[in-house]
């Protein structure tokens, strides 16, 4: 039954003698991305703010692959930066929403200079982005026969709500709300959505968090294993190749997949399956797991007010 009803319909993405822009791609996971897309034979484009980020990038990727990318300079901020950047770039095939910004903080304690540069980097550049990318994509299906792909780059901080990112948490939940809508809007154009779920992962990004992070923000992350780079690539990119909406990327991010599958799309019978048979007991997990940070929050507090 769950094979008759699972949707959209299963798609294969291909990369090879595609072209794949990646946003971020001068840096951490959207570089990986950028350097095992290369090696599969897409032809690439990265973009980000910094020109001199991106010529890195470029040489590193060429050391590695032996394989030129594009490079464009622009702010996802930037409305019309985005549009002439995609203009410039050419018809996409896979676009990969990777750019993004995280400074954990409490929200008390939070500038909102920040948490609005938070939401403007990762939620409304990624509408710039999709906006700018659509129509070229949508052509692009209609000749080429082919499925095409738009993957927006969340976090597990994107699926539950973590001390200290009341900001970041907000506009990668948002990304959520976004490609569960969009995917409906573009299924017709045979466009797959998906939407990746990263845990902390080693990047030139996290390793600048760190200097800010709070120390419970730190503990309640750290339930879930951190990845290197690489292996996200690896996760994500087989995700937007087998067209699946929700790509999770380590074991944590598996069980949060299933406890937060609410009425997202599914196109695999079997991760319907898992979803179905593992609805309670992932919710009782999901209560134990809240279990445990109510009471590391409740200890941390109790022991700082003693010691203050
Ligand atoms: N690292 C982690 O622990 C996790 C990361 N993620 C998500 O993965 C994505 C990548 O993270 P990570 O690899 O760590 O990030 P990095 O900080 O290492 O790299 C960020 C990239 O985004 C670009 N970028 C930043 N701001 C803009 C902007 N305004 N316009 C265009 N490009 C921009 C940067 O280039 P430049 O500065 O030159 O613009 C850089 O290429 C983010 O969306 C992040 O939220 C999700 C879960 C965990
Ligand atoms: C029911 C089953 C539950 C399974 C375990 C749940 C574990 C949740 C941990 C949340 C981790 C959030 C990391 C955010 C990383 C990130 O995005 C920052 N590094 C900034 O980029």
Known sequence: ALAFLARPRGARVPLRGRHVLITGGSSGIGLAMATAAAREGARV???????????EARDAIRAA????????????????????????????????CNQGVFVPQELEKQD????????????????????????????????????ASIAIMSSQAGQVGVYGYTAYSASKFALRGMGEALQHEVIADNIRVSLIFPPDTETPGFEEEHKRRPELTNIIAGSSGGMKADD??????????????I??????????????????????????????????????AALCFQWNWFSTIENYYAKNKKTT
């Not at 990318?69 to 990969?96: F, I, K, S, T």
């Not at 980097?121 to 710039?128: A, E, P, R, V």
């Open 112 to 147: 909102m200079e920040e948490v609005k540069w938070m939401v403007d980097i990762n939620l409304m550049g990624t509408f710039h982005l999709v906006k700018a990318a659509l129509p070229a994509m949508k052509l692009r299906t209609r000749e080429t026969g082919l499925p």
């Open 247 to 284: 790509v999770p990327c380590n074991f944590e991010g598996a069980m949060l997949a299933v406890a937060t599958a609410g009425l997202s799309p599914q196109s695999s019978p079997l991760m319907a399956f898992a979803e179905v048979i593992g609805a309670g007991i992932m919710r009782f």
């Open 65 to 96: 692959t032996g394989v030129d990318v594009g490079v464009l300079a622009a702010d996802v901020r930037d409305e019309g930066a985005v549009a002439r950047a995609l203009q410039e770039a050419g018809p996409v095939d896979v676009l990969v």
């Open 45 to 55: 484009s990265i973009l980000a703010r910094n020109a001199r980020g991106l010529q």
């Open 232 to 245: 996200v690539a690896k996760k994500a990119l087989a995700g937007i190749k087998s067209g699946r909406f």
